[in-house]
């Protein structure tokens, strides 16, 4: 699970910066951000899904993940 988490941070952080560098226009970044963090939602999501936890500590390290990578995409999003 950690392999695939820090896979999808990494890309969509890389996503991001690119989509940054492309677009001026603070809107236009934030449109297509949002996408691209939606999607990344839905991959995590599907993935959570299917996955096993070895037990009630991996579920809790998970969505203190989770609640980080959420506080991430909105740093990068706006900005901040």
Do not use: P
């Not at 699970?1 to 492309?22: G, P």
């Amino acid at each position: 699970m950690q392999d695939f988490y820090t896979k999808l941070l990494s890309d969509i952080e890389d996503q991001l910066q690119f989509v940054n560098a492309e677009h001026d226009v603070i809107q236009k970044r934030a449109e297509e951000s949002y996408v691209l963090i939606a999607k990344s939602y839905e991959r995590l999501q599907l993935f959570i899904l299917k996955y096993k936890f070895k037990n009630q500590s991996d579920e809790i390290k998970y969505f203190n993940r989770y609640i980080r990578l959420e506080r991430i995409f909105n740093s990068l999003i706006l900005g901040v």
